[in-house]
Every structure is written in C-alpha cells, then in structure tokens.
Nanobody, 127 residues
Framework: QVQLVESGGGLVQPGGSLRLSCATS????????IGWFRQAPGKEREGVSC????????YYADSVKGRFTISRDNAKNTVYLQMNSLKPEDTAVYYC????????????????????WGQGTQVTVSS
C-alpha cells in the first residue's frame, strides 16, 4: 500500500523555521520525482519544491528560493522541506506528492496530477 505521510507543520512566528517530513512507503522512490505543494485558503495549489533521485535535480518556486531546501534521507525513504525565514504568506496546507519518471520542474509546475498525494500538514506563520 502506497503511503505518503507528512509531519512537522505547526505555528511559527515570522522569521522562524520549520522542517516538514514526508515519510514514504509502498513504492520505489528512486524512480519518482517527489515534491512539496501548498494551498492557502482561496488560492490555487502551488508547487513549492520538487526533487528527483534520478539525477539529483531540484526545482524551487521563486517565492521560496533561498529560504527553503528540499532533501532526502535514503535510509528512511523520507523527504524533507527545511523552511527558513518564514513569512505570513507561507501560511498554507503543505502536501507531499510523487509522480513516476518525471522531472522536478514538471512535477511542480505542469499541473498534471501526481500518482500519489499525502494528507497534508498545516503551516501557520503568524505573530
């Protein structure tokens, strides 16, 4: 059974940091692009950062470049999103998603549905 389970969300003050985790199981992550998406109330879902193990390439949305870092722990089949210098506009539900044999840019920006989604974790940036 395929599972993507996010954790690590919460309430943080502007300028603070959070690390989101996406624990995967039931599929071979090496053959997938995987990434983080977010959706704020009243806004469209946005691809934040995506990654593939095939060549190690990454994609970051302009709004998070220099602040967010995507990484993977191979032993744990877990993907992380380190979020620094958080802003109120980063407030959203963050989802982990994966699609087979895909580039990070296309996963994050094409709008084509991923093969798998997680259930989401809430991130709130507020003083």
């Amino acid at each position: 059974q395929v599972q993507l389970v996010e954790s690590g969300g919460g309430l943080v003050q502007p300028g603070g940091s959070l690390r989101l985790s996406c624990a995967t199981s039931g599929f071979t992550l090496n053959y997938y692009a995987i990434g983080w998406f977010r959706q704020a109330p009243g806004k469209e879902r946005e691809g934040v950062s995506c990654f593939t193990s095939i060549d190690g390439s990454t994609y970051y949305a302009d709004s998070v470049k220099g602040r967010f870092t995507i990484s993977r722990d191979n032993a744990k089949n877990t993907v992380y999103l380190q979020m620094n210098s958080l802003k109120p506009e980063d407030t959203a539900v963050y989802y982990c998603a994966a699609r087979a044999v895909e580039t990070p840019r296309r996963l994050c920006t094409s709008g084509d549905p991923p093969n798998y989604w997680g259930q989401g974790t809430q991130v709130t940036v507020s003083s």
